[in-house]
C-alpha cells in the first residue's frame, strides 16, 4: 500500500522552471514503477513521464521530451519532475502515480497505476 503527496507547483511565467515532488509512504516504494500525469481544465488526463523501480529507465510524452526530467531518490521515497522552458501549454494540475504490478515495461496509460496523489496545480502564464 502507498500514499503518494505532489508539492511543487505554482504560478510562473513562460520560459520558467518548477520542481515538483511527490512524497511516498509506505515500504514498498523501491519496487514500484512511477508515473507523472496531468490533466488539464476540461480535459483528459494524459501520460507526461515514467520511471522504472531502479531509475535506470524512463519514458517521456513527445510534448515534454526535452523540457522535463523525471528522477527518483528511493531512500528518500521521492519522485521527482524536474519542468524547464515551460509553457502555457503545460498548465494543468499534475498528479504522481505508482504501479504496483512490478512488469518489465513501463506504462504510460492511466488505468496501468494503483495508486494516486490528489494533485498539484501548476499555471503557466505568456
Known amino acids: 500500500q502507498v500514499q503518494l503527496v505532489e508539492s511543487g507547483g505554482g504560478l510562473v511565467q513562460a520560459g520558467g522552471s518548477l520542481r515538483l515532488s511527490c512524497a511516498a509512504s509506505g515500504r514498498t516504494f523501491a519496487s514500484y514503477a512511477m508515473g507523472w500525469f496531468r490533466q488539464a481544465s476540461g480535459k483528459a488526463r494524459e501520460f507526461v513521464a515514467a520511471?522504472?523501480?531502479?531509475?535506470?529507465?524512463?519514458h517521456y510524452a513527445d510534448s515534454v521530451k526535452g523540457r522535463f526530467t523525471i528522477s527518483r531518490d528511493n531512500a528518500k521515497n521521492t519522485v521527482y519532475l524536474q519542468m524547464n522552458n515551460l509553457k502555457p501549454e503545460d498548465t494543468a494540475v499534475y498528479y504522481c502515480?505508482?504501479?504496483?504490478?512490478?512488469?518489465?515495461?513501463?506504462?504510460?496509460?492511466?488505468?496501468?497505476?494503483?495508486?494516486w496523489g490528489q494533485g498539484t496545480q501548476v499555471t503557466v502564464s505568456s
Open positions: 520511471i522504472s523501480w531502479s531509475g535506470g529507465s524512463t
Open positions: 502515480a505508482a504501479d504496483s504490478t512490478q512488469g518489465p515495461r513501463l506504462r504510460v496509460g492511466a488505468m496501468g497505476y494503483d495508486y
